[in-house]
């Protein structure tokens, strides 16, 4: 079935360096790609997502890339700042066979002061 | 405008009782997701609903989970006879346009218990 693989689960890295966090997916039709964050407790909220018309995007400090042909996508996040840390989700949706949308496992992001 | 609206945020049950969790979207959506999250763990994807039509249930198991979203009301997610197996965050998601090609707006969950 449907999969998509995120890593690392976890990434510790200092205030002010780049974050990097990698999803792979399985469905070849799979067309839209977003982004969630989530804090502590609270739920998911979208940061950022991408059509697969498009291959990279930008939003402030946030960007994403994706390559369709090797079916991944990556978020960037630079300049990170303490109140960046939370989990990150990645997902992939595909609109054959049902309409569901697959989420990573997600990685916990600790950026250090 | 008000956002996605869960209720109960949290609810206990005992084993072979019924759980009944409610979610209302947000203004205008009529498109709504529900999703499960264990601790630790990502959301996996239950059930996919438009008002008064179950769109893609491939996520939900088989036996004792049963989805709605009625004309009128809130969509509803119904276990019944839950285990312990079953505590979890439940959360649903609301959107504007179908397919799951749009932003979903999430609840803040239901934290369910079993005892």
């Known amino acids: 079935g449907e999969n998509v693989e995120q890593h690392p689960s976890t990434l510790s890295v200092q205030e002010g360096d780049s974050a990097v966090i990698k999803c792979t997916y399985s469905?070849?039709?799979?067309?839209?790609f977003p982004w969630y964050k989530q804090e502590l407790g609270k739920r998911p909220q979208l940061i950022i997502d991408?059509?697969?018309?498009?291959g990279e995007k930008k939003d402030q400090r946030i960007a994403v890339t994706l390559n369709k042909t090797a079916k991944h996508f990556s978020l960037h996040i630079t300049e990170t700042q303490p109140e960046d840390s939370a989990v990150y989700f990645c997902?992939?949706?595909?609109?054959?066979?049902?309409?569901?949308?697959?989420f990573g496992a997600g990685t916990r992001l600790f950026v250090k002061a | 405008n008000a956002g996605v609206m869960q209720n109960p945020r949290h609810l206990v049950r005992r084993r072979g009782q019924e759980a009944r969790l409610r979610c209302s979207p947000m203004?205008?959506?009529?498109?709504v997701y529900w999703y499960r999250q264990l601790p630790e763990e990502g959301l996996k994807f239950m059930v996919y609903?438009?008002?008064?039509?179950?769109?893609?249930e491939s996520g939900m198991p088989k036996e004792r989970f049963s989805a709605e979203f009625p004309k009128e009301g809130p969509s509803i997610l119904r276990i019944q006879q839950v285990v312990r197996g079953d505590s979890a965050a439940y959360f649903c998601?609301?959107?504007?346009?179908?397919?799951?090609?749009?932003?979903?707006?999430f609840g803040p969950g239901t934290r369910l218990t079993v005892l």
């Open positions: 997902a992939a949706t595909s609109n054959t066979g049902g309409f569901k949308t697959i």
């Open positions: 998601a609301s959107s504007d346009k179908g397919a799951g090609e749009f932003e979903q707006f």
């Open positions: 203004k205008g959506h009529s498109h």
């Open positions: 991408i059509r697969s018309n498009v």
């Open positions: 469905d070849s039709a799979s067309n839209y």
């Open positions: 609903l438009q008002k008064e039509n179950i769109i893609d």
